[in-house]
């Protein structure tokens, strides 16, 4: 009986497993922390853009006052 | 009381001039057609033209290839025979117009003159069609019901684009340009639709159809809010 | 010259804008996602992708409406208006296009399928034909107004056009993907996608998402109305 039932524990921990291993994620990545520079670069390149576009807002807003 | 008669009276009166007037304007389309006989002949050249090509080229192809062409066909006579509605009105027959005519008659008759015109094109061309490159129709009235309310749906929405195409600079080629995008949902619906005539066994599907026909609707109605904008220079 | 205080109250939309873009990059980047077979961590591309399609559907709204309010009373500045509004938005509508053509063919698409190694074999998928249809429009937009010569003519003439397309347009959007098999998640609903396959989570991150892509859009589309009406300065009344 107890065989039995560890058996059928067994087998359900392996279908689980199974079941989590269908669908691959980055999961590694999230765990040993290379995400967060993925998400360093693009915030960077976001900051860059924004502050390029202030700029012309800016030189924009001046040509607006001369007139 | 009396002033309610009266409003009664004079909306009915406006009623019927709208009306007369209309069909005065399709009338002088009519007319033109008929002294300017060889429009009327181009395009009927065209089509022999275009189908004969299509014969030579193709032959007598399978029912799927038969009905993307039909409908291809159909799309390009409507744009050259719609086309010269406004094209061929010179500047100053244009102003005679505006000063006899409201905007909203003037679009409504030009609508009413080239679906009739586009009907009577798309039965010929189904008849040279099905003359040249075989017939794998199968049921033929609801094919020729088709045919009518997709020349209908074309030659609306390309009348109202011909009239933007003749504020540009008179050019023809932008009419395409503009019509294409806006006219493939359209003409994808009609193709599909007439899938179904090549075999007994599947029936046209009443709820795409009530669909085309409220596009059309929907066009008519656009067109007379917004060809005043145009009409006025 | 305005006080910061007056910049920061007038421009608040423009801060806002990056404030939800830098969330919808750290949070969409890290928040958990669902698991789902083919998509895998390809689903994040909702925050990014999915986004220009509403922001181009928003711009070019915003467009038609300028157009209906030149229509109404014929000041030029709301033409240059339209006009800029669509062409932010086709440049968010080829975005659109172009990552839509990565995403897909990297996750329905099969790759070993030989019949997925065309572009023509994706290019059929019914949304982006729609999509395609939408740029097709506004790029006739376009070239009708450069057609025209006279400023008066031109204007009046594409906001008619641009309010007849626009029209034309959503009911295509709509049909469209009914009529075609598509391989696209939430093909029975929503033209874009169906809010019911997205997880609660998500959707913390993709209203957001959507906000801030649009502001920036609208910002983007604010400067270039700015810079051409400084340019036409002589000929607006």
Partial sequence: MKKIITSLFLFLLLLKIEAQQEVQMADEMNSNGKIYVVVAVMITILIGITLYLVRIDRKISKLEKNK | MFMNHDAELVTKNNKLKLKQKILALVKKDVLLEIRQQYSFYGILLYIIATIFVLYIAVQEPETKVWNGLFWIIQLFICINAVAKSFLQESKGRMFYFYSIASARDFILAKLLFNSAFMLLMSLMSLFLFSLFLGNPIQKATQFIGLVLLGGWGLSLVFTFLAAIAAKANQNAAIMAILGFPIIIPQLLLLMKLSNSVFSYSSSIALPTVLLIVALDILVIFLATILFPFLWKD | ?237
């Fill in chain 3, 1 to 237: 010259m305005a006080t910061p205080k007056d910049y920061m109250q007038k421009q608040w939309w423009k801060i806002l804008s990056i404030v939800l873009l830098i969330y919808t990059f750290i949070a969409g980047l890290l928040m958990p996602v669902p698991r789902i077979p083919q998509l895998q961590e390809t689903i994040r591309n909702l925050y990014f992708h999915v986004c220009m399609w509403f922001a181009m559907m928003i711009l070019f709204t915003i467009s038609v409406i300028n157009a209906v309010k030149y229509l109404r009373n014929g000041l030029l500045v709301f033409d240059i208006k339209a006009r800029q509004y669509a062409v932010v938005g086709i440049v968010f509508g080829l975005l659109g296009y172009l990552t839509g053509t990565i995403w897909m063919s990297y996750t329905w698409a099969d790759p070993n399928n030989p019949a997925y190694a065309s572009f023509s074999s994706i290019a059929r998928e019914p949304k982006l034909i729609g999509a395609a249809i939408a740029l097709l429009v506004y790029f006739a937009y376009l070239i009708l107004r450069d057609s025209i010569q006279d400023l008066d003519k031109k204007a009046r003439i594409s906001a008619v056009y641009n309010i007849f397309a626009y029209t034309l347009l959503f009911p295509s959007i709509w049909i469209l993907p009914r009529l075609l098999p598509s391989l696209h998640p939430g093909k029975e609903g929503n033209p874009a996608l169906n809010f019911n396959d997205i997880s609660p989570t998500m959707r913390l991150v993709f209203y957001p998402a959507v906000i801030g892509w649009t502001l920036l859009g609208l910002w983007i589309a604010t400067l270039k109305i700015r810079l051409k009406i400084l340019k036409e300065k002589i000929i607006l009344p």
